[in-house]
């Protein structure tokens, strides 16, 4: 059962246009919800991270929209460049324990930003 | 100064043979984390340790033996390796307290191939 779905899987984008990701969730014991940014050969890195209790939240080129009734939240990137060409997994996170958090991921946007 | 690291990068082995991936992070934190990533770049937990103390352990075949000498350590042994473990494992850490522990950072991951 798939807890986190993700759209589309795959997506292009030219320079300086908006790239734009979309997740929907199911558990409502999710606390926390970070997107991570994988490239080839590489283990994907926090990119941004927004909490249940705000809609948004903005980091540099990087927007999370969160809509905490409808159970989605989207990445948005300004002003895409080349550079931005990675593999986009959103996640969803659920305290275990106090001591762990379990993410479950989406299944990845595969994002490519051409000249 | 990598944050967190595995060892090997890359295995190749024979159907049957027993592994072990090794993972160190210098972040100071308690929680680490093994996870899977499938040919589909579909990442699963698998385990978390929280200062020594196994806090996740998924639906994962009791092949798998997790093993963490210290908090900064946490190693993973394979016995009778099948065709089917052919992945990328990624070690991963975080905080345990607070929002920290939903934010992870992830090894460049160890990319196993059973023939």
Same mark, same amino acid.
């Given at each position: 059962?798939?807890?986190?779905?993700? =759209?589309?899987? =795959?997506?292009?984008? &030219?320079?300086?246009?908006? @790239?734009?990701?979309?997740?929907?969730?199911?558990?409502? #014991?999710?606390?926390?919800? !970070?997107?991570? &940014? &994988?490239?080839?050969?590489?283990?994907? #890195?926090?990119?941004?991270?927004?909490? !249940?209790?705000? =809609?948004?939240?903005?980091?540099?080129?990087?927007?999370? =929209?969160?809509?905490?009734?409808?159970?989605?939240? @989207?990445?948005?990137?300004?002003?895409? &460049? !080349?550079?931005?060409?990675?593999?986009?997994?959103? #996640?969803? @996170?659920?305290?275990?324990?106090?001591? #762990?958090?379990?993410?479950?991921?989406?299944?990845?946007?595969?994002?490519?930003?051409?000249? | 100064?990598?944050?967190? $690291?595995?060892?090997?990068?890359?295995?190749?082995?024979?159907?049957?043979?027993?592994?072990?991936?090794?993972?160190?992070?210098?972040?100071?934190?308690?929680?680490? *984390?093994?996870?899977?990533?499938?040919?589909?770049?579909?990442?699963?937990?698998?385990?978390? *340790?929280?200062?020594?103390?196994?806090?996740?352990?998924?639906?994962?075949?009791?092949?798998?033996?997790?093993? $963490?000498?210290?908090?900064?350590?946490?190693? /993973?042994?394979?016995?009778?390796?099948? /065709?089917?473990?052919?992945?990328?494992?990624?070690?991963? $850490?975080?905080?345990?307290?607070?929002?920290?522990?939903?934010?992870?950072?992830?090894?460049?991951?160890?990319? /196993?191939?059973?023939?």
């Amino acid at each position: 059962q798939q807890q986190v779905k993700q =759209s589309p899987q =795959s997506l292009i984008v &030219q320079k300086g246009g908006i @790239s734009i990701i979309n997740c929907a969730y199911e558990n409502t #014991a999710f606390d926390y919800f !970070p997107w991570y &940014q &994988q490239f080839p050969g590489k283990g994907p #890195a926090l990119l941004i991270a927004i909490r !249940p209790d705000v =809609s948004e939240k903005k980091e540099g080129r990087f927007t999370i =929209s969160f809509n905490k009734s409808a159970k989605q939240f @989207s990445l948005h990137i300004m002003d895409s &460049q !080349p550079g931005d060409s990675a593999t986009y997994f959103c #996640a969803a @996170s659920k305290t275990i324990s106090g001591t #762990a958090s379990k993410l479950t991921f989406g299944t990845g946007t595969r994002l490519q930003v051409t000249l | 100064d990598t944050a967190v $690291s595995q060892t090997p990068k890359y295995l190749v082995t024979q159907m049957g043979n027993d592994k072990s991936i090794k993972c160190e992070q210098n972040l100071g934190h308690d929680t680490m *984390y093994w996870y899977k990533q499938d040919s589909k770049k579909f990442l699963k937990i698998m385990f978390s *340790y929280n200062n020594k103390e196994l806090i996740i352990n998924e639906t994962v075949p009791n092949r798998f033996s997790p093993k $963490s000498p210290d908090k900064a350590h946490l190693n /993973l042994h394979i016995n009778s390796l099948e /065709l089917g473990d052919s992945a990328v494992y990624f070690c991963a $850490s975080s905080q345990d307290r607070g929002w920290g522990a939903g934010e992870l950072f992830f090894g460049e991951g160890s990319r /196993l191939t059973v023939l």
